[in-house]
């Protein structure tokens, strides 16, 4: 039990430090100084995980209270550095497992999500010359990703986000996002890799 409000308490501190970065970007008022102060906040690895969820939570709630043009101008500036933040924390991140995660739970269409994870879980069995003709790799490639790396970024993203004292409705949808993501990469694991590494991943 100690241990859990341990992580609790660490966890909102982390959200209450990401509260006051949001607030200084959004001190800018002018939308090309707000992201001088984004970036310079990545640049300077200010900004984690939990500034993306903050940063989030504002755009949604930004969105559904916008009822006139003052508050759907709020509402696109939210959105647009909530995209911007989410480009940067893929540039800089240091764990790429962690880096496609971000990319495909923000990806809406199932056909692009399964592209993504073909191209970083599949062995890789053709390159592109400069003509862009398919060349085949005999034998394949090693997937760019490794399986059990992809499962532990699921695992480890779904435990901190059910760590953090956020909306509650944010929280399960977000833990939703990964669950399905999980699912289609295990069908890609299944159908392209081996029993061995279908048993990692699960």
């Known amino acids: 039990q100690r241990t859990m409000d341990a992580l609790r308490t660490a966890a909102d501190k982390r959200l209450v430090a990401a509260r006051e970065l ?7 008022g002018e939308l090309l100084e707000m992201d001088r102060r984004l970036v310079t906040l990545f640049k300077d690895g200010l900004a984690d995980a939990s500034f993306l969820t903050i940063l989030n939570m504002n755009a949604v709630a930004a969105r559904e209270r916008a009822t006139d043009e003052a508050s759907e101008q709020r509402a696109r500036v939210m959105e647009h550095l909530y995209t911007r933040a989410q ?7 240091d764990n790429q497992a962690n880096a496609v995660l971000h990319r495909l ?3 809406e269409q199932p056909a692009i999500r399964r592209n993504i994870l073909e191209y ?3 062995p890789q069995t053709e390159i592109l010359v400069p003509n862009a003709d398919p060349v085949p790799l005999d034998p394949p ?3 760019r990703l490794s399986s059990r790396d992809f499962a532990t970024a699921v695992a480890t993203a779904v435990a901190k ?6 909306d509650a409705d944010l929280i399960r ?18 159908e392209r890799l081996t029993p061995e590494d279908l048993r990692a991943f699960e």
């Open 87 to 93: 480009e940067e924390w893929e540039k800089r991140c």
């Open 105 to 107: 739970t923000r990806t």
């Open 173 to 190: 949808t977000s833990v939703e996002e990964c669950r399905i993501v999980a699912k289609e990469a295990r069908l890609v694991v299944m």
């Open 120 to 122: 970083y879980l599949a």
């Open 22 to 28: 949001l607030e200084a970007v959004l001190d800018a």
């Open 141 to 143: 490639r090693p997937p």
């Open 161 to 166: 986000l059910r760590q953090l004292d956020a």
